[in-house]
Nanobody, 129 residues
Framework: QVTLVESGGGSVQAGGSLRLSCAVS????????IGWFRQCPGKEYEGIAA????????YYRNSVKGRFTLSQDNAENTLYLQMTDLKPEDTAMYYC??????????????????????WGRGTQVTVTS
């Protein structure tokens, strides 16, 4: 059974940085598609960053490209999301998700969708202006 536990969220001023962590158990962090989704207040879920098996390809939504960076530590079996130059519109609940489809990543849906994969419980990020 795959389990994902997020940490590292918090409150930060605009322009600041945070690093989110996702501790993965039940499968190697690099064994398949894994990444981060978020739900901003009043909005739908959206995929923001993902990495495929072996780390050969990374995917970023345009709104975070150049500011957010994915990395993984195979020894610690942990996925990270380094977030810099944070903006108030980045305020959201951030979820670590594994084994979703790329179609779901780009077009999203809900965690109950058939190709949504496995979700963590989320960590809140609040960016103040």
């Amino acid at each position: 059974q795959v389990t994902l536990v997020e940490s590292g969220g918090g409150s930060v001023q605009a322009g600041g940085s945070l690093r989110l962590s996702c501790a993965v158990s039940g499968r190697p962090v690099g064994s398949g598609l894994i990444g981060w989704f978020r739900q901003c207040p009043g909005k739908e879920y959206e995929g923001i960053a993902a990495i495929n098996s072996g780390g050969l390809n990374t995917y970023y939504r345009n709104s975070v490209k150049g500011r957010f960076t994915l990395s993984q530590d195979n020894a610690e079996n942990t996925l990270y999301l380094q977030m810099t130059d944070l903006k108030p519109e980045d305020t959201a609940m951030y979820y670590c998700v594994a084994d979703f489809s790329l179609t779901f990543f780009w077009y999203a849906g809900t965690p109950q969708s058939a190709d949504a994969g496995v979700w963590g419980r989320g960590t809140q990020v609040t960016v103040t202006s």
